[in-house]
């Protein structure tokens, strides 16, 4: 998003608007010019300063911008005089994608200009203006740029965004805005029936309160305080649906963005003497907002009522507390963890001080169910575990019986628990799938089902195949009454049991499974969809284990083609299949092949992640096997031991990736000549990779076969002998997925 300084206000709105917006469901993932719909538009890279006193654009802006599939230019008479803001298109048209800019006129007039009596209300920059000529500069040749207007007596914020949002997705204008319409409709009714139910539960709790007025003093101060809270309450939500003016009611379309745009409104003027009211409604509203994945409006209301709740006496600490919990929930959402962090830990500090008689303790299980949940998704898992506990422990005291909170906790922690050890998680999960089914006993029910499929895919990292397959069916059989025969839920139990199949040596069966499972998302998502790649690249993995070498190339460059194609610039995805397709090619002795996959994938990681992270280091060790398959032993040797650095800080001098890249940091040592610290290397690094069951055999058979050739070149033909005939069965396994998509760790 490139804009002037001065339309700052404008870049926020827009920046926030965009972030939080989902595509109606009907339209994700299909397939349009623009690529797949995807489920959201984030992240949108937004410029907070002019730059005034750089030369350039930065590394920071060039690498955004070169990374942008498109580009969103704000234009205003400050924006079409601003150098940085021209040269940030300039560069963007550079790149090829001069069609992908779209324009949002907030101030001034376009082409302006052309009149030398009104130039100064100019609004597009000059490199808008003109098209870029061959020598990569602009040419006299005049475009026309894509814009919206948001102008008032334009097409306004709204049809502006909306326009903006066609114009990326690649979809119609009208048709976009008709789903709108539609989904605001359908949202009107839940929040209109949320109102309703609350209103009954307040009403409820003023009268539990009026009750209660006769046990002391202070209690019946609250039942009045909360009496009158209900009483305001219930009138401000029943005259939000009360239609003043027909003129503005449009007839009966009213929806549910005008009732919480105008609720919104209201509480800040129409409530400003009455706090506690006032950050009720805030809490109230924000979270609704939250409910529907509009993160920018619920943002400010659920601060707001954290605020204003502070300033309130010391006997509503409580409600703080819970205002505090949503706003961590809403911060986890979007991904800005230490804040959540810090609103999660001062909402259990302040539960955790409350006297006995006022102490909710589920609020405090739901407060540290939330800060395990944000610790886990920044991999800080030793304290998700231990947050995840302590909620646990709670509600088991509160809930002696199956809880649906509890299994949900046991399910979280028993994923945390096995970051560390699988004999530990597997019981957790066990023990949540127990819970769930005496919740539910057999009726299908999403949580159940994600249960059933998290433990499925820890026992078969334990190696439990038979377990694991019927789990994962179960599963899939959950999902299926659910959904449908025909479903992504399905397509990935698919995948899974491909996985499990191919493990167990049911070759035939995992090959089956993954056709199945491609053809399902091809005619659910279309050729070119991510989840498409996935499983081309997992039967490619089917293919190789039963030694069908060429289909197995050909699926493989089939999942690069269509990532290629999704994501045309630097990817994860597409550096990993590029891996694994370098790695096949090594295997089948077509080094010249191999060559340019392995290093443009390392160079596309480097780009991606720099050079300290595991999967640059996952890139350095298959270029090292290359390396060592075609003598180029320094530097084997140098790439090695690159990798084993980069493991040993990232994981451990001990996890099975440290003990891979050892293994081809032995072998350039063998064939240099170094037999004695060779031998340490590989000895080492094999009984490691011998000892850990979630190896991929792949790796430990070609760490084996490093042993066997160094004794062979030693001269010391019965110890190759040895090992030679601990050879495992030509088995290529493919590793465990995650219980989110089927695809194998990276290569």
Known sequence: MSYSHRDAKWGAWLHKSLESYRPPKQIVGTVTARGPVPKRLAPIFRDREELASATDLGTVINEALRQS??????????????????????????????????????????????????????????????????????????????????????????????????????????????REQRRRQRQLFAIASGAIAGMVITSGLAAAALIARATAQRQTVIAKREAETARQTTAFLVDLFRISDPSEARG?????????????????????????????????????????????????LLEAATEKRRALPTDQRADLAQSLNHVGDLLSLRAEYPGAESAYQQAIAIQRALRGNERDDAALAKSLFGLGNELKERGQYPEAERSLRQALAIQRRLYPSANADTARTLQQLAWVVSQRDLNEAIPLGQEAVTMHRGLWGAQPYPDFADSLNDLGLMLYDKRDYDQSLQLLRDSMAMYRRLFGDKHPEIALSLSNIGLVLNDKGDLAGAEAAHLQSLAMRRELLGELHPDVAISLNNLAFAYYAEGKTKAALDAERESLEVLRKVFPGDNPDVARIMTRLGFMLTEAGDYPAAEPDLQEALAMRRRLFGDSHPETASSLVNVGILQVATHRYQDALLAARSAEEIYTKALSATNWKTAVAESVHGAALAGMGDYPAAEEHLRHSYTLLSDDAGVMPIYRDVARRYVEELYRRWGRPQDARRYAAAKSNRTVVVPAASPVAAMPPPN
């Not at 100064?120 to 894509?146: H, M, Q, V």
């Not at 963005?257 to 006032?278: S, W, Y």
């Open 252 to 300: 009966n379309s009213l929806t549910a963005r005008e009732v919480l745009d105008k609720g919104a409104a209201r509480i800040e003027t129409g409530l400003a003497k009455q706090p506690e009211i006032q950050a009720t409604l805030m809490d109230t509203l924000g979270t609704v907002y939250m409910g529907l994945g509009l993160y920018g409006q619920a943002q400010p």
């Open 69 to 178: 599939a498109c580009q969103i230019v704000i234009c205003s008479p400050s924006s079409a005089r601003s150098k940085w803001v021209n040269e940030e298109i300039l560069a963007f048209k550079r790149l090829g994608r001069e069609d992908r800019i779209f324009c949002l006129i907030v101030d001034g007039e376009p082409n302006a200009s052309d009149d030398p009596a009104h130039a100064e209300e100019e609004c597009f920059p000059p490199a808008l203006r003109y098209k870029l000529g061959p020598d990569g500069n602009l040419s006299t040749e005049r475009t026309e740029p894509i814009a919206a207007d948001a102008r008032q007596g334009k097409d306004g914020r709204t049809n502006a965004k909306l326009k903006l949002i066609a114009g990326i997705l690649g979809v119609g204008f009208d048709g976009l805005r008709q």
